[in-house]
């Protein structure tokens, strides 16, 4: 059906950006069709929370030490000590929580889904399942997609808890901090937008590592090393997109919520 | 009754090399056709076009009506339940048993009752004889076994379309043949349109009502068995008789050179034999209906019988039986449509024989028919059944 495809530099990936857009298009109005895949969904969603807590949980402790650890020598030297509480919560939930979640959905729970699908594609079970009138779009990816969403959301939530713990210790412990002053000033900068932009982005990021993992699934090259290398291909993709969306989320964001101190 | 399948024009390519060109045959509602060709002439390509899995550049694809390469994707799912395919390798779901399996496309369509699934999925798990094996994974079984599971799942919802691809490759000849009678059987009884691709002869000659066969990235043809196993066509006979001598050559087609050792008379392997001609068709097991695809087909080819190639219109008239020669109005002496072929004909419709039971002639009859013992052309083996149709027609012609 598709007319003569012109190629110049660059077409070939213009053409797969389009087809991993239609694919998260179709994915969103496959989501509200009938029925939906109830039992996939929860497999799917424990799947991806079983291999994603543990490690999420071990790599946010360290990321939210560094950050407190980053943040207390530098407001120390300007003698903005009273603030290391609030510069720590915020960057730990605004940026290096989504961002290690993400990293971890994409990382743990997105490979298994591309190697999952990507292996059933080339033993033909996708077409099977198309040739038997049922949308793998609809039967396989919309739950998959969906749970790498809610378990990302989840996810972030503990991430920022344990991000934030982590740091209270080290700065309080390892660096001599004042207790009171690190829990007073939470509130000093941050605010309750803060944590709305967090979970969207988490939601959004989710979504990304879904899409990318069961587009490259779909549609690895032949054979088993093709399965390896979409494999790969749909990590490495992921990271960049998330970088780029993650810039992108934070530019708006600044400019459309005020501040909370101006 | 199952559904005609008319193909147009079709072409398809993957990049720029052509993998078949202006494919055009129409699969008659309720017969069984099948596909031949050469490995890596696309057949299977062309079964996946007709499920809508690829998307031919050009051409059509109808069925009742809708182009299956134009029409949305939501109408291409609707006409998708029609159909029942058996992929080569069964393609069955790797995280499911037999049972869900074979159970997955009653669940995913039907508002059965679980009793309601499991005695429809028994009775076809009956039927292609896997009782017992419910309850394995896809990967604990042999590949015959797998692919029996795909037939039984595809025929589960008992489809008007059924498509094959490749049902006797790693299955031993006993099971080729019994999944040969199986799906004559099913056309009894479901009367669905059936294709099969394959390049197993024997599955060729014996099961189908129509036959084709792709070659060189076009259809070299399709039509009645008759036609294509009385045809004179160097790519079917060099393929039909599995001869290494001829146009198809070990990377498809051959280059000059081998071409030209071939002239110069080298040769060696196994004595050839001609195995052209019309051999009986399988028939439904004792008991089950009579196929009315297969009494469709008479009806048409007798109706197209002008057209047809003199070998092959004398395979038609030798293949009726009495009965049938009342029906059309051809008894003895009367049978004169086919003004070449009239002569034979005409000497051989006495004493005719029903062509299925291989029996000799009753006695008192004038004796076996000395043409079913001829030697063929080529080396010195004795060509069975009434395959002579070929070379009366080769001659009046």
Known sequence: ?262 | MGVEVVVEGLSKSFGSQAIWRDVSLTLPAGEISVLLGPSGTGKSVFLKSLVGLLTPERGKILINGVDLCRCSESKLYEIRKLFGVLFQDGALFGSMNLFDNVAFPLREHTRKTEAEIRRIVLEKMEMVELVGAERKLPGEISGGMRKRAGLARALVLDPEIILCDEPDSGLDPVRTANLSQLLIDLNAQIDATILIVTHNITVARTVPDNLGMLFRRELVMFGPREMLLTSDNPVVVQFINGRRVGPIGMSEEKDQAAVAAELAGHQSGPPDEDVRGIVPQLEPTPGLPRRQGALRRKDRVMRDLHALPAAARQGVLDSLTDEDRARYGMLAGVGAPVAPAAQPVSAVVPEWQPRHGHLPAPPGAAGPDPSDQRPVRRRGRWRFGRGGGNQRGGRSA
């Open chain 1, 1 to 262: 059906m598709s007319s003569p495809t012109p190629s110049f530099p660059g077409a070939a990936a213009l053409r797969e950006t389009g087809r991993l857009f239609a694919l998260g298009i179709d994915v969103g109005r496959a989501t509200f069709k009938r029925p939906f895949q109830v039992r996939e969904f929860i497999q799917q969603c424990w799947f991806i929370a079983s291999v994603t807590i543990l490690p999420t949980a071990l790599v946010s402790i360290p990321f939210g030490a560094v950050i407190a650890l980053q943040l207390g020598s530098l407001t120390k030297q300007i003698g903005a000590q009273s603030f290391t509480g609030a510069a720590s919560v915020l960057a730990i939930i605004q940026q290096a929580s989504p961002i290690v979640t993400a990293l971890l959905i994409a990382g743990a729970g997105g490979s298994a889904i591309c190697a999952d699908l990507g292996s059933r594609t080339i033993r033909e079970e996708i077409d099977a399942m198309r040739v038997l009138g049922v949308s793998p779009v609809q039967r396989l990816v919309v739950p998959r997609v969906l749970a790498a969403m809610l378990v990302g959301l989840l996810l972030n939530g503990m991430v920022s808890v344990v991000g934030v713990l982590g740091g209270y210790f080290f700065n309080v412990v390892m660096q001599g901090g004042t207790p009171g002053a690190y829990l007073a000033s939470f509130s000093a900068l941050a605010q309750l937008p803060d944590l709305w932009i967090s979970e969207i982005k988490a939601l959004l990021f989710g979504f990304i590592a879904g899409i990318v993992a069961a587009y490259r699934g779909l549609n690895p090259a032949p054979g088993p090393k093709g399965v390896g290398d979409a494999v790969n291909q749909s990590v490495v993709i992921t990271f960049l997109l998330l970088f780029l969306v993650n810039f992108v989320l934070t530019a708006i964001y600044l400019q459309v919520v005020p501040p909370k101190v101006s």
